[in-house]
Nanobody, 124 residues
Framework: QVQLVESGGGLVQAGGSLRLSCAAS????????MGWFRQAPGKERDFVAA????????YYVDSVKGRFTISRENAKNMVYLQMNSLKPEDTAVYYC?????????????????WGQGTQVTVSS
């Protein structure tokens, strides 16, 4: 069992930055690949970024490439999402997720555990 708690969301102006954090419980954090998803009002939850168990490889949706960076610290049971050059269309609730054996990095169905989400609002 893994419990995930996100933090770091808030209100920021377009062009600004935020760093989201996700704290994971449990002793087997390094056994899970980690991902970030987001859900805007009235829309489905979409993939944003993922990182492999060791942090050696990362994956991003095209719309955030070059602006967002996912990283993890296994010793601290933490995963991060650094978000730069934020745009109003990045406004959403952001969710952290954990997957033991992801069949697809991009599909929410792959992930076993989810956090409660943190709101990110980007004003124009």
């Amino acid at each position: 069992q893994v419990q995930l708690v996100e933090s770091g969301g808030g209100l920021v102006q377009a062009g600004g930055s935020l760093r989201l954090s996700c704290a994971a419980s449990g002793r087997t954090f390094s056994s899970y690949a980690m991902g970030w998803f987001r859900q805007a009002p009235g829309k489905e939850r979409d993939f944003v970024a993922a990182v492999t168990w060791s942090g050696g490889r990362t994956y991003y949706v095209d719309s955030v490439k070059g602006r967002f960076t996912i990283s993890r610290e296994n010793a601290k049971n933490m995963v991060y999402l650094q978000m730069n050059s934020l745009k109003p269309e990045d406004t959403a609730v952001y969710y952290c997720a954990a997957a033991r054996n992801p069949r697809s990095w991009y599909s929410g169905e792959t992930y076993d555990y989810w956090g409660q989400g943190t709101q990110v609002t980007v004003s124009s």
